[in-house]
């Protein structure tokens, strides 16, 4: 039985819309913690402070093109080039993962590359590595819990259904007056909208996050709220 042959989608498009496939990939690779060693003189051992952050990942992604390579590398480097910022990526031998990525370039191809019909692409990855089952949203309509299945604080996006209420996860609450009939509060980004309306001066208090393990949810004042968890790994 033959192997499925791998390939990975960027900011929604699949890179089998050029005919280009996956050789190897280091995409998933885990990032190094952001850590400061000092050594002191006369003392064994370094000192390490962390600053509570990872590294971005450098993936190297080798794809060949078994034929078209002209039209089809044209095509997809000139996708790849009008992508700004970090875009969803993914791959389809990781079916429940997905990163942020950016685009590294430059796009440039030797002769012998076209020849062979192989490349290299690099990517600039945020270090997690979230998991698509943290994608979906969970409804409350009253108090309950939610279940942190990684060992990692997860920043969710809540969205709070009414105009004016109060929500606890996690045990950190915020208070929320004065919207007109929802707002998202966006944990990682720290701000509150709604759709295009920037609500941050109607909340109060912190942003929660979602610990490893069970998380008490509670409110008052709105009908129902969603939570998208946002499970990463490394």
């Given at each position: 039985m033959s192997m499925k042959r791998n390939f990975f989608v960027f900011d929604g498009k699949s890179s089998l819309d050029f005919n280009t496939f996956v050789a190897t990939s280091t995409a998933w690779d885990g990032a190094v913690h952001d850590e400061e060693v000092?050594?002191?003189?006369?003392?064994?051992?370094?000192?390490?402070?962390?600053?509570?952050?990872?590294h971005n990942v450098e993936a190297n992604v080798d794809c060949y093109i078994p034929h078209g390579m002209r039209h089809n590398v044209d095509s997809l480097r000139a996708f790849l080039?009008?992508?700004?910022?970090?875009?969803?990526?993914?791959?389809?031998?990781?079916?429940?993962?997905?990163r942020m990525a950016r685009f590294a370039g430059p796009f440039s191809l030797s002769e012998s590359d076209r020849v062979g019909a192989a490349f290299t692409l690099v990517?600039?990855?945020?270090?997690?590595?979230?998991?698509?089952g943290g994608d979906i949203p969970i409804s409350y309509t009253a108090g309950g819990t939610i279940y942190n299945p990684t060992e990692y604080?997860?920043?969710?996006?809540?969205?709070?259904?009414?105009?004016?209420?109060?929500?606890?996860?996690g045990g950190v609450w915020m208070g929320v007056s004065a919207c007109d009939s929802y707002i998202d509060i966006d944990c990682e980004l720290m701000e509150a909208f709604e759709g295009n309306v920037n609500r941050n001066p109607n909340v109060g208090g912190?942003?929660?996050?979602?610990?490893?393990g069970q998380n008490?949810?509670?409110?008052?004042?709105f009908s129902r709220i969603e939570i998208t968890p946002r499970w990463w790994r490394i």
């Open positions: 000092i050594e002191v003189p006369g003392r064994n051992g370094a000192i390490v402070f962390s600053n509570g952050r990872y080039s009008s992508r700004h910022g970090y875009c969803r990526y993914e791959e389809a031998i990781k079916p429940d993962e997905f990517f600039d990855c945020k270090p997690q590595r979230f998991l698509k604080e997860a920043k969710p996006l809540i969205r709070c259904y009414g105009t004016s209420g109060a929500i606890s996860v912190e942003f929660p996050t979602l610990k490893p008490a949810v509670g409110f008052s004042g």
